[in-house]
């Protein structure tokens, strides 16, 4: 069984530009949720796909976007990169079966995340 | 919005020894997730508690969940170098995880 990847593993960009982080998900897996991790925090939910639909979305502007494709692999984009960006970005994939919230699908598991560095 | 304060924020412990971590959420936890993250790197999962009052055990760590879910703890006994990282707890809010700012651990031989 295939765990959740990401890529690249790290990143550095200058305030302004634009990036694309990589995320496959585990294997079975249909849901992705992304997360931004500052130093010294906890992880901040940045916004879930299921579907290939956006499903929840946390306290991020639209600058943060993301995708979801058939094969339940995701982007997050970020547009116009500050230099408060600068963090691990988390890629976390789950089984949710409709109807069946809070069951032991909904557990996510973690990528090993992308160090991104804004300059 | 749902927060979770986690206590202590940093521990040492002599190889050996046991330790407790604390998880406290400002509201009701409905599911209440532990994760080991090492520095910089991705979050492992250790366990998850839903009922009030559950308790669930991983070779030498034990979790549990208050009767009034509110509450979560975290217990290690007879610590290991391979215990040293940031212990987070995380609260379901439907599609996502709240988390708690983690605490550090490490174990001294």
């Known amino acids: 069984e295939t765990g959740v990847t990401q890529s690249p593993t790290h990143l550095i960009k200058t305030r302004g530009q634009q990036v694309t982080l990589r995320c496959s998900s585990q294997?079975?897996?249909?849901?992705v949720s992304w997360y931004q991790q500052a130093l010294g925090q906890g992880p901040q939910f940045i916004f879930q796909?299921?579907?290939?639909?956006?499903?929840g979305r946390g306290n991020f502007p639209p600058r943060f976007s993301g995708l979801q494709f058939p094969n339940y692999s995701s982007e997050l984009n970020v547009n116009a990169l500050e230099l408060d960006d600068s963090a691990l970005y988390l890629c976390?994939?789950?089984?949710?079966?409709?109807?069946?919230?809070?069951?032991?699908?909904?557990?996510?598991?973690f990528g090993p995340g992308t160090r991104l560095t804004v300059l | 919005s749902q927060e979770l304060e986690q206590s202590p924020q940093s521990l040492i412990v002599q190889e050996g020894k046991n330790l407790t971590i604390n998880c406290t959420s400002s509201?009701?936890?409905?599911?209440l997730y532990w994760y080991k993250q090492k520095y910089g790197e991705g979050l492992i999962f250790l366990m998850m508690?839903?009922?009030?009052?559950e308790e669930k055990s991983h070779e030498k760590i034990t979790a549990k969940l208050d009767e009034k879910k509110q509450q979560s703890s975290l217990h290690i006994t007879a610590s290991q170098p391979s215990h040293a990282g940031i212990y987070l707890c995380?609260?379901?809010?439907?599609?996502?995880?709240?988390f708690g700012a983690g605490t550090t651990v490490t174990v001294r031989a």
């Open positions: 976390a994939s789950s089984k949710v079966i409709p109807g069946l919230a809070g069951g032991p699908g909904d557990t996510q598991y």
């Open positions: 796909y299921y579907r290939e639909e956006e499903n």
């Open positions: 508690l839903q009922k009030g009052g």
């Open positions: 995380g609260a379901d809010n439907d599609y996502k995880l709240s």
């Open positions: 509201k009701t936890l409905y599911g």
């Open positions: 294997s079975g897996h249909n849901t």
